[in-house]
């Protein structure tokens, strides 16, 4: 089992789609994917809605991995990012991602929350992690 980093995830799915989307999805995301984000629980055919309205309306993005741990098929992880919309908007947000893993590695129980960063003047955006 190789496991999966969101990081990875988002890059594919949202801020460089190289795959499509059914194909990132297959890539992160177990088939019984069970997403909760702040408070509203999806199955991965409503996760799957979600983010393609969200990969619709991104111009460009970058995500900044600040801490990553697993224990077993236990994930967790806090990351910042920022998201430039076609609309030209502008979401610098920091996220907590708790995860369980599939036995093949992929997502499949999801709990994640997060709130809007301002970077405030003169102060730079974080790297994106390539890593």
């Not at 799957?48 to 992880?77: K, Q, W």
């Amino acid at each position: 089992m190789t496991p999966v980093r969101i990081s990875d995830a988002i890059r594919d799915v949202a801020f460089e789609p190289r795959l499509s989307l059914e194909e990132a999805l297959d890539r992160y995301y177990a088939p019984d994917l069970v997403h909760t984000g702040d408070g509203r629980t999806r199955d991965r055919a409503e996760f799957a809605e979600m983010v393609a309205g969200i990969r619709s309306r991104v111009a460009e993005g970058a995500v900044t991995v600040l801490d990553e741990l697993y224990d077993g098929l236990n994930y967790a992880e806090r990351h910042r990012y920022t998201m430039t919309m076609t609309d030209g908007t502008v979401v610098h947000r920091e996220m907590y991602y708790f995860a369980t893993l599939a036995e093949d590695g992929r997502f499949q129980r999801v709990h994640e929350s997060g709130f809007d960063v301002d970077p405030g003047p003169g102060l730079p955006l974080p790297e994106a992690d390539r890593g």
